[in-house]
C-alpha cells in the first residue's frame, strides 16, 4: 500500500461521522421547530435531510462502482 492510501483511509468514516452528525442536528431542529411553531408541514430541514441522503447515496453508490473497475 503506497502512501496516498494510506492518507485517505479514515476519509469513508470521517464522511459517515459528519453525515450522522448533520443528520442529527438537523433532525433535533426539526423536531424542536414542529412542537414551537404547532405547524404539520415539512420544514425546510426534513427537505435538507432528504437532500443529504439522497445525495449521500447517490455518491456512494457512484464510487463503490469507480471503484470496482480499478
Known amino acids: 500500500m503506497n502512501n496516498k492510501d494510506k492518507n485517505n483511509d479514515n476519509i469513508p468514516e470521517a464522511s ?8 442529527a442536528t438537523l ?3 426539526g423536531i424542536f421547530d414542529v412542537f414551537d411553531e404547532e405547524n404539520t408541514g415539512f420544514g ?16 456512494r453508490y457512484y ?7 480499478k
Not at 16 to 23: D, E, M, Q, S, W
Open 27 to 29: 433532525l433535533i431542529w
Open 63 to 69: 464510487f463503490t462502482f469507480k471503484n470496482s473497475k
Open 44 to 59: 425546510f430541514q426534513w427537505w435538507l435531510i432528504i437532500e443529504i441522503v439522497f445525495i449521500y447515496t447517490v455518491s
Open 16 to 23: 459517515r461521522c459528519t453525515l450522522a452528525f448533520v443528520l
